[in-house]
């Protein structure tokens, strides 16, 4: 249950991500550096995360993947274990990935934005895993997850998307407009709604020059 845009821009590129969550969960901690000075937020209970950017500007975001059918007795650890142990190294991503055992992991899609990113340099790549193999997937400018109506939700955001973005002369002030959006019916809406569940934070990632870490959730009238 989380919403991923981005755009790039000429020397880098900005990313912004909605987290959606049980409304009994335990508040996250708010990003800070970690180790290899990686920014991120924790979340209490994995002790992992959802989104995190290296000191040399490479971001990963991870969604669940709430549709694949798989074993949950095989799970062994939490997947957002995955980002802290990712960007603690400069080896790519990707490589790091096809040498892990992901066979403990449940189903997930990682977005992963390079330090090079930018308007001349757009390989922006996601991956999913199923529990049974590692696969590319094409990289959009929105991504949704949900545990519920997914195509429903989906089709929802990108209309909201289509009708609050510019594609053709992006902005930060546009992007955060879209993910602070609520829908008459809670549950289609970017700011997610629901009577059990709700975004319990919205981020906001610009590489450029600098790196910037922008985090807003209820203690700071999200």
């Known amino acids: 249950m989380c919403t991923l845009s981005y755009f790039l821009t000429d020397d ?22 970690h180790t290899g000075n990686a920014i991120y937020p924790i979340d209490p209970q994995g002790g992992g995360t959802w989104l995190g950017v290296s000191h040399w500007g490479q971001t990963l975001a991870l969604l669940n993947d709430y549709q694949s059918v798989f074993d949950t007795t095989a799970v062994k650890h939490s997947r957002g274990l995955l980002i802290p142990h990712l ?9 790091q990935l096809q040498n892990m055992d992901l066979s403990g992991y449940a189903p997930f899609k990682l977005c992963i934005f390079p330090d090079e990113l930018s308007l001349n340099n757009n390989n922006v ?8 193999q590692l696969s590319d ?6 991504a949704t997850s949900s ?15 289509k009708q609050l973005i510019d ?19 809670g ?15 919205i981020s906001h990632i610009k590489v450029g020059k600098t790196i910037r870490f922008n985090y807003f959730d209820k203690q700071s009238q999200l």
């Open 147 to 161: 545990s519920i109506e997914l195509e429903t939700v989906t089709q929802k955001r990108k209309q909201q998307f």
């Open 125 to 132: 790549f996601f991956v999913r895993w199923d529990t049974k």
């Open 87 to 95: 960007l603690s190294n400069k080896t790519p991503v990707l490589a």
């Open 187 to 201: 549950q289609y809406g970017v700011n997610m709604q629901r009577e059990d569940a709700m975004t319990v934070s």
């Open 167 to 185: 594609l053709r002369h992006p902005a930060s002030e546009q992007f955060l407009a879209f993910h602070y959006s609520k829908a008459e019916q």
């Open 12 to 33: 880098g590129y900005e990313l912004f991500f909605n987290r959606d969550e049980q409304k009994t969960r335990e508040m996250a901690i708010a990003p800070s550096k």
């Open 137 to 142: 997937c094409q990289a959009e400018p929105l």
